[in-house]
């Protein structure tokens, strides 16, 4: 089924660990983008990527790293984890006219 | 900066009453105003857009949203309210600052009692 694919759903960490959660699309989008989605805030930018090999940061990037080296993938690194991290996020992406974007049902990422 | 709010955390409406979830917006030029809805443990679902043209848009569902540009609105509709309609519903505006990625409201939660 095409659409956008995050790895892994669920995932708790120690503080001070790191990981990457894992974002796949096959829909050949230019942009893609990861959210995170706390209580009373609404999704919130941390990074985004408008292609291959272009990345630029958004609301909130501090602690988070991405890289895209395929037009399919766009992993987003956990460099140090801090409970400040423990949120639900989001991948998505869109066609290049940017007009409408398909999500990714989420990574639920509690940090202790 | 752009800025959405949804100034209802939770909304509560009778089976078959029609509904309105309400967001206003604040933008530097034209906007571009969406509808998402989330079920729970689900990711984002697209529900309707304006971009430009009438001010009443159509979108999946059932669901209509009413374009008013002097009262910076987008308020969500739909004349008869499911229960299967119960979720969180968020509205978001594109922002050209963050290559045209959206800034959301905070989200609305819709209950339709039965």
């Known amino acids: 089924n095409a659409g956008v694919t995050q790895t892994p759903k669920f995932q708790v960490l120690k503080t001070g660990q790191s990981m990457t959660l894992q974002c796949a699309q096959d829909m050949n989008h230019e942009y893609m983008s990861w959210y995170r989605q706390d209580p009373g805030m609404g999704l919130r930018l941390i990074h985004y990527?408008?292609?291959?090999?272009?990345?630029d940061q958004g609301e909130v990037p501090n602690g988070y790293n991405v890289s895209r080296s395929t037009t399919e993938d766009f992993p987003l690194r956990l460099l140090s984890a801090a409970p400040s991290q423990t949120s639900v996020y989001f991948c998505a992406s869109s066609d290049d006219r940017g007009s409408t974007y398909t999500f990714g049902s989420g990574t639920r990422l509690t940090v202790v | 900066a752009q800025s959405v709010a949804q100034p209802e955390d939770q909304v509560n409406v009778a089976e078959g009453n029609p509904l309105t979830v309400k967001c206003t917006y604040s933008v530097s030029g034209n906007p571009y105003l969406f509808w998402y809805v989330q079920y729970p443990n689900r990711g984002l679902q697209f529900l309707l857009k304006y971009i430009t043209g009438d001010n009443l848009v159509k979108g999946s569902y059932g669901f209509e949203a009413e374009f008013n540009k002097s009262q910076t609105s987008f308020h969500l509709k739909k004349p008869s309210a499911l229960v299967s309609d119960s979720a969180l519903y968020f509205c978001a505006v594109r922002d050209p600052h963050y290559g045209q990625n959206f800034v959301f409201g905070p989200g609305t939660r819709l209950s339709v009692l039965p």
């Open positions: 990527s408008v292609g291959a090999g272009i990345t």
